[in-house]
């Protein structure tokens, strides 16, 4: 059995019942279950229907995502977390660059790494190496003035860790920034990677080795093993190319708010929920939130 979720985000639009019966209805599925009203419905459905696909797309149009899933084994055990632009709203290394004043340059860089288009390793050092100079003391500017979390994101985290759950917060960014969203939001560790730091300033280098997809998958690995669990109890999300295998090998891997690249690699795809909506993929209802 598969269930069928239909989720928007209420700050822009709304899930009528109309909506949700009529497809039910298409697809034979079971009667219908809300979430949370005007936000998120969802209903069971024998199989995966032939026309899912067109009637995602048409979906998208209205600002709804649709996510077709096993029923089985659906309500994971681990969040494993990307963090720039998924856990919160920016690109930490872009908003370094923003104070340096070569923003442009590195966001420019930045948006071609994540959509696969430069190696991830060759394009940190070449963005890194713009902010050399820089005063250590801008990462706690960026911080307060800067870094905004994603909405849903601390919601995602307190209920899955109150129903057992264990949070890990992985990013290619760097560990300033991890140790404080994580910190914040309630995961249970965090790994980046770090700025090289002499004199009080930033030297340019990230210090070896450097933390990119491969490690992103070694993490998804080595923190399943430890918690004597399997990567397939593990939720995975993230938006850029070098979460791909970390989403591939979890047992949900989701692409929210994906760099097109991404987006065409990944089968669950959230494009206008908050990250809230990884609570409802998991048959949450919003009423059992533990705080946002």
Avoid at 192 to 217: S, Y
Avoid at 268 to 276: E, F, M, R, Y
Wanted: glycine content about 10%; proline content about 3%; overall charge negative.
């Amino acid at each position: 059995m598969y269930i069928a979720t239909l989720l928007t985000n209420p700050a822009t639009s709304a899930l009528d019942a109309a909506t949700v019966e009529n497809l039910r209805n298409a697809w034979g599925g079971g009667d219908a279950q809300w979430l949370a009203t005007g936000e998120a419905a969802e209903f069971s459905i024998a199989q995966v229907p032939d026309n899912a696909e067109d009637v995602w797309q048409a979906l998208q149009a209205e600002q709804i995502d649709l996510i077709i899933q096993p029923i089985e084994g659906r309500r994971k055990k681990m969040l494993l977390a990307d963090m720039d632009s998924t856990m919160i709203q920016q690109e930490c290394i872009d908003e370094l660059a923003a104070e340096a004043g070569v923003g442009e340059r590195v966001a420019e860089i930045t948006a071609k790494a994540m959509n696969g288009e430069l190696d991830f390793e060759g394009a940190i050092d070449e963005r890194v190496g713009l902010l050399k100079d820089l005063p250590e003391s801008i990462i706690d500017h960026v911080l307060k003035t800067r870094i905004k979390f994603m909405p849903g994101g601390k919601a995602l985290v307190q209920t899955m860790k109150a129903n057992g759950g264990y949070g890990a917060l992985v990013s290619g960014g760097f560990t300033a920034f991890t140790a404080k969203v994580a910190s914040e939001l309630g995961f249970d560790e965090n790994r980046a990677n770090t700025l090289e730091i002499a004199d009080g300033k930033l030297t340019g280098k990230v210090v070896r080795p450097i933390l990119g997809q491969e490690a992103k998958l070694e993490a998804l690995n080595e923190i399943t093993g430890k918690l004597g669990i399997t990567p397939t109890d593990v939720l995975a999300v993230g938006d850029g190319m070098n979460d791909l295998l970390m989403l591939k090998n979890a047992g949900t891997g989701v692409a929210l708010h994906g760099k097109p690249a991404l987006q065409a690699k990944c089968k669950v795809k959230i494009n206008h929920g908050d990250l809230t909506a990884l609570l409802y993929i998991q048959g949450y209802a919003k009423s059992e939130f533990v705080a946002d």
